[in-house]
Each structure stands twice: as structure tokens, then as C-alpha cells.
């Protein structure tokens, strides 16, 4: 069983900067954040592939980046500028050779 540990949210002004991390039990081959927002459906934010592709949905594009430390298995997503409708729950999400894996979920809350 894969364990994946989130870390980094909280609570931050707009304009505001936080990083996410997830540190998973075992080596990640893709990864990706995914965010839930109350009465929303869950949506990809970033994502990295396993040859260092990155993509980013357009509404964080230029403010969020993705970014991986593969000798601790963990993945970041720095989010900066944020905006109140960044508000969620953000998920990381890792593919391993054990399959498919989802964190447990990072409470962000961007407000005055």
C-alpha cells in the first residue's frame, strides 16, 4: 500500500504565495495537483509527466509551478498570486508501479 502525505496549505492573503507538498512511500513515475472548490467538480491544476512534461490548467498558468525531488519522492506545486477562487481542497495524485494514488487533501483558503 502507497502512503502519500500532503503538507503546505493554510491560510493567505490574495497576492499571496504557498507551497503544496505530497511525499510518497514509494517512487513516483507521473504526478499531478488536482483541486476541489465547495459545490464543484474536482479539476487538474498541474500535472508532470514521467519525461518532464508539465501542463497547467489556464486559469493557474504562470502563477502555479509544478516540480518534483525524486530522490524523496515528493512533489510540489508553488502557487503564487493566488486569488480568492483559488480557494480548494488541493489533491496530489501519483502514478506508481503499484498503480494510482490520491493524497489526502490540503485545505487552501485565499481571502482578506
Known amino acids: 500500500q502507497v502512503q502519500l502525505v500532503e503538507s503546505g496549505g493554510g491560510l493567505v492573503q490574495p497576492g499571496g504565495s504557498l507551497r503544496l507538498s505530497c511525499t510518497s512511500s514509494?517512487?513516483?513515475?507521473?504526478m499531478g495537483w488536482y483541486r476541489q472548490a465547495p459545490g464543484k467538480k474536482r479539476e487538474m491544476v498541474a500535472h508532470?509527466?514521467?519525461?518532464?512534461?508539465?501542463n497547467y490548467a489556464a486559469s493557474v498558468q504562470g502563477r502555479f509551478t509544478i516540480s518534483r525531488d525524486a530522490a524523496s519522492n515528493t512533489v510540489y506545486l508553488e502557487l503564487n498570486n493566488l486569488k480568492p477562487e483559488d480557494t480548494a481542497v488541493y489533491y496530489c495524485?501519483?502514478?506508481?508501479?503499484?498503480?494510482?494514488?490520491w493524497g489526502q487533501g490540503t485545505q487552501v483558503n485565499v481571502s482578506s
Open positions: 508532470l509527466s514521467r519525461g518532464g512534461i508539465t
Open positions: 495524485w501519483v502514478d506508481t508501479a503499484a498503480g494510482v494514488y
Open positions: 514509494t517512487t513516483i513515475w507521473s
